[in-house]
């Protein structure tokens, strides 16, 4: 299997990604890191040790860090409700955190496998991402690929007119990944936002009738109360998993290798990932960007494996 990372903020989405991966035979979890995000660390750690228990697993979480590289954090609870994962409560977590902080846990996985050994799967802002690479250079080429959900380009932005909520949050965090010469895959809402939840879906969730199957339930309808009277959508967009299910079924997705450069200085566009989609520059492409999902067959394998726990 492939080994993973993943980085996090969960949230309800997040929550659907997590389940997923650690359902599928095809990836090995190395750990969960949490970040400030959706909602404040000392949530989003919770959240995410709730979420590993609730799939019966044993996968150890690390906390990160609690703020953006250079700003104050900016959080989602009009989304994502008061505690980031609203919607079915959830047992307070039977395991502690794992005592090592995010940041040193990513710098000593990726120093101990072998280079091209490790995916970083980050379902959040980029800050712990970014600053293990500033803090460890050597780690960089040692990563096998970055799979990402966030950014934005016809669809633009879902926190400013411009740019999307993990952008937004960490900017500088976000530039050091997209230009750290790691090979890019971004999930941006073009992609999310054709992967919206139907009433038959969520049903069938409910029908599992198992804990796994509740809560996300639960949680799509909490999320989908947002989404439906934001985006006068038919549901809401499961963001996140479709980092996971990339991994499983790349052929689901389809894009283009193109530059993605951050904004970090403009007020109005702060966070915006402006892509050169149609190749308008010479700039080095740096990132597979992409547009396209297939939305039946990701709720295919979405209901096929979390029915697995
Ligand atoms: C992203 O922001 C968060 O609210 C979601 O969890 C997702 O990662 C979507 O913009
Ligand atoms: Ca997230």
């Not at 860090?65 to 900016?74: E, G």
């Not at 339930?217 to 980092?243: M, N």
């Not at 996971?244 to 200085?265: C, D, K, M, Q, W």
Request: charged fraction near 20%; aromatic fraction near 6%; hydrophobic fraction near 45%.
């Amino acid at each position: 299997p492939r080994k993973i990372i993943i980085d996090t903020d969960p949230g309800q989405d997040d929550a659907v990604a997590i389940l997923l991966a650690l359902a599928s035979p095809e990836l090995e979890v190395l750990a969960l890191t949490a970040v400030a995000g959706n909602v404040p660390l000392a949530l989003t750690q919770r959240n995410a040790c709730q979420i590993v228990e609730l799939a019966g697993k044993h996968i150890p979480v690390h906390a990160g860090c609690d703020a953006p590289l250079a700003r104050k954090l900016v959080t989602a609870e009009h989304v994502h409700g008061k505690t980031g994962l609203d919607g079915i409560p959830l047992p307070d977590p039977a395991h502690p955190l794992h005592g090592q902080h995010a940041v040193d846990f990513i710098i000593q996985a990726l120093r101990e496998h072998p280079t091209g050994s490790i995916t970083l799967c980050p379902l959040g802002p980029l800050t712990n991402i970014a600053t293990a690479f500033q803090r460890a250079p050597d780690i960089i080429p040692k990563v096998a690929e970055i799979v990402l959900m966030g950014g934005a380009y016809f669809e633009v932005g879902n926190i400013t007119p411009a740019a999307e909520f993990n952008i937004y949050v960490d900017p500088e965090a976000a530039e050091i990944v997209f230009r750290s010469g790691v090979p890019l895959v971004v999930m941006p809402l073009d992609v999310t936002h054709k992967a919206l939840t139907s009433r038959e879906w969520v049903e069938e969730m409910r029908s599992l009738g198992t804990p796994v199957g509740q809560a996300v339930a639960s949680w799509t309808d909490f999320f989908e109360r947002f989404d439906t009277a934001k985006y006068g959508s038919a549901g809401a967009p499961l963001h996140d998993p479709c980092v996971i299910a990339y991994l499983i079924e790349p052929a689901l997705f389809t894009g283009r290798h193109i530059n993605v450069e951050i904004e970090t200085g403009s007020e109005l566009t702060l966070g915006m990932t402006v892509a050169d989609w149609w190749r308008v520059t010479k700039r080095e492409p740096n990132a597979m960007f992409m547009g396209g999902v297939d939305r039946d067959g990701f709720y295919r394998l979405l209901t096929e494996r979390l029915g697995r726990l």
